[in-house]
């Protein structure tokens, strides 16, 4: 739920509003150049520099890479840090002024230093409705991010009374007031601002001029509602949320969304002791499908998804049945899962082929190094493919290879390799990667196809909760 960006004023600024702002970068030094610059010009260099830099990338056919993705935004940061140093030491700076070095401070991710010079700015004589606006929606956010409710509650209300109002920042503010009343355990103030953030999300789907991915929005601050009244114990309302974001995926003819608010109401129910009316639903979902598309392709898309899953919902709150047809086991000795009970397990069915598989690979390590004295164990399933390098191979040779395999990417945790593919079926581990967590009276708890950043932070949050 994390990782939503734009570009109105504040490109990459207001953009950013979903990634955390808690650090200054080291400013780069100030140089004379900046002296011969407006403080605007300042600002709109900084807040071009990642579209100008990957333009100028793909001009010149660099490939892209999430590191070098990194790296832009780093010198952004640095970029905007050293104008906004070099602009707030000028004298008399005017409203304007103040405005631009409020948002360099911003794209700096210098929490303090923007809401500094915002509020110099909103003191200022010579201001604009538009920069008025603006300033509030972000002086909100910031205030909320670090928690300072009071100070972010008034601000809202000068934003609500100050004129024109934007969709898509009442969506953030409310959103970003939601997730840190939650943090907080405030959970009837989170409710309040996630149904306000979740209403204009919705709103933002008519609104075409806006540059906010409307589908985001509805599925971000949908989500954050049914997580403020999970986590509050309010079975009933998270529920209904999950039901509405299903009809609004109807309503924009998304089957991706349709099946993921489905999926996501089924195992909720699944999860909270209502097995029956969680398989029910499931039903009911297959029918909703095929009433909701009138297209055959986005009806089948949203009834596959969900039949793909119908061996995993049963599986859910079930005893996890034994690993069966292992071969090896190594580092350790063999090991069943009766003999795991009291301890976290973690079965992560993978294949050296399989790419999505790697994606997991770095927090599974961190998992096992930092967790295992906690109660976790995790074990790598895979079986016998007849292949390693590109080359056929008998089972000898695919062992040696896997162990290699083991110490190259640095997985401390075992591996336990199968003669045929009964465990996975067991499991209904058909798509690889395939991730189950089973609890220490070794019933799983969860249990999920695929890789993803999200997935990846709900299984740890399934093992830490156990």
Not at 284 to 304: C, E, P, R, S
């Amino acid at each position: 739920m994390n990782f939503l960006l734009i570009t109105l004023i504040l490109v990459s600024t207001i953009t950013s509003l979903g990634q955390s702002r808690r650090v200054n970068p080291a400013a780069l030094p100030v140089t004379p150049v900046a002296a011969e610059l407006t403080v605007k010009q300042m600002f709109d260099e900084a807040n071009g520099y990642t579209r100008a830099k990957f333009a100028e990338f793909e001009q010149k056919k660099t490939a892209f890479s999430e590191r070098l993705r990194l790296q832009t935004e780093r010198e952004q940061k640095q970029l905007a840090a050293k104008y906004a140093t070099a602009a707030a030491i000028r004298p008399n700076l005017s409203g304007e002024d103040l405005y631009y070095v409020g948002l360099l401070q911003w794209i700096a991710e210098s929490l303090d230093g923007t809401t500094e010079f915002l509020k110099k700015y909103l003191e200022s004589p010579d201001q604009r409705p538009d920069r008025q606006q603006n300033a509030r929606s972000i002086i909100v956010y910031v205030f909320a991010k670090q928690k300072k409710f009071d100070e972010a509650i008034k601000y809202l209300a000068d934003y609500e009374a100050g004129g024109a109002t934007k969709v898509s920042d009442r969506w953030r503010m409310h959103s970003e007031l939601a997730k840190s009343y939650v943090m907080t355990k405030d959970y009837t103030a989170a409710a309040a601002h996630a149904s306000k953030s979740y209403v204009a999300a919705k709103t933002l789907m008519q609104d075409r001029s806006s540059k906010v991915n409307p589908a985001d929005a509805v599925l971000d601050a949908g989500m954050l509602l049914f997580e403020t009244h999970r986590d509050s114990g309010n079975v009933k309302e998270a529920d209904a949320a999950l039901e509405d974001m299903r009809k609004t995926a109807s309503a924009i003819n998304s089957p991706t969304f349709f099946y993921y608010s489905a999926d996501k109401l089924i195992t909720y129910q699944i999860e909270t002791g209502r097995k029956a009316l969680g398989m029910d639903t499931y039903l009911a979902m297959l029918i909703q499908a095929g009433k909701d598309f009138a297209g055959k392709g986005t009806q089948n898309d949203a009834l596959q998804k969900l039949k793909r899953r119908e061996k995993q919902y049963k599986l859910l709150m079930q005893p996890a049945p034994e690993l069966v047809g292992i071969d090896q086991w190594f580092p350790g000795s063999p090991k069943t899962l009766a003999s795991l009970k009291g301890r976290v397990v973690l079965l992560d069915f993978w294949a050296t082929w399989c790419g999505p598989c790697f994606d997991a690979f770095p927090s599974l390590a961190e998992w096992h190094q930092d967790l295992t004295r906690d109660g976790l164990t995790i074990v790598g399933v895979t079986r016998y493919y007849g292949r390693a390098e590109g080359f056929t191979v008998d089972n000898p040779n695919e062992i040696a290879f896997l162990k290699r395999f083991k110490e190259k990417y640095n997985l401390g945790y075992d591996f336990a390799v199968a003669n045929a593919p009964d465990t996975q079926n067991l499991y209904a581990a058909t798509s690889l990667p395939t991730a189950v967590v089973i609890d220490r009276k070794g019933v799983i708890r969860y249990i999920e196809s695929g890789t993803n950043p999200s997935r990846i932070e709900e299984m740890r949050a399934t093992i830490l909760k156990l």
